[in-house]
């Protein structure tokens, strides 16, 4: 089993750039692929980025180039990701996710663990 607790979020201005944070128990960190989803009202968890505990990343530039990119400290048991430029688009609940190797772009039930999701809303 993995827990993860986000934080971050919250309600920011269009062009702010926030930061999200998870943190990870329960099993080895160096076991598993982080992700990121988010989810809008009536519409199906989105792939956002993920990454291996070697760093390997994928991330998914539909949204635009580095505009979310992910990291992760191994040390402390959390992933992050940077949210750059948000447009009131970008308003959505965001989750972790968690699952074995090997890294996939999702979809949503190729990862088993998921956090509470914490809400972004982004205003002009």
Same mark, same amino acid.
């Given at each position: 089993?993995?827990?993860?607790?986000? $934080?971050?979020?919250?309600?920011?201005?269009?062009?702010?750039?926030?930061?999200?944070?998870?943190?990870?128990?329960?099993?080895?960190? $160096?076991?598993?692929?982080?992700?990121?989803?988010?989810?809008?009202?009536?519409?199906?968890?989105?792939?956002?980025?993920?990454?291996?505990?070697?760093?390997?990343?994928?991330?998914?530039?539909?949204?635009?180039?580095?505009?979310?990119?992910?990291?992760?400290?191994?040390?402390?048991?959390?992933?992050?990701?940077?949210?750059?430029?948000?447009?009131?688009?970008?308003?959505?609940?965001?989750?972790?996710?968690?699952?074995?190797?090997?890294?996939?772009?999702?979809?949503?039930?190729?990862?088993?663990?998921?956090?509470?999701?914490?809400?972004?809303?982004?205003?002009?």
């Amino acid at each position: 089993q993995v827990q993860l607790v986000e $934080s971050g979020g919250g309600l920011v201005q269009a062009g702010d750039s926030p930061r999200l944070s998870c943190v990870a128990s329960g099993r080895t960190f $160096s076991e598993i692929v982080m992700g990121w989803f988010r989810q809008v009202p009536g519409k199906e968890r989105e792939f956002v980025a993920a990454i291996t505990w070697s760093g390997h990343k994928i991330e998914n530039e539909a949204y635009g180039e580095g505009r979310f990119p992910v990291s992760r400290d191994n040390v402390k048991n959390t992933t992050y990701l940077q949210m750059n430029r948000l447009l009131p688009e970008d308003t959505a609940v965001y989750y972790c996710a968690a699952r074995s190797n090997p890294i996939v772009p999702g979809p949503a039930y190729q990862f088993p663990y998921w956090g509470q999701g914490t809400q972004v809303t982004v205003v002009s």
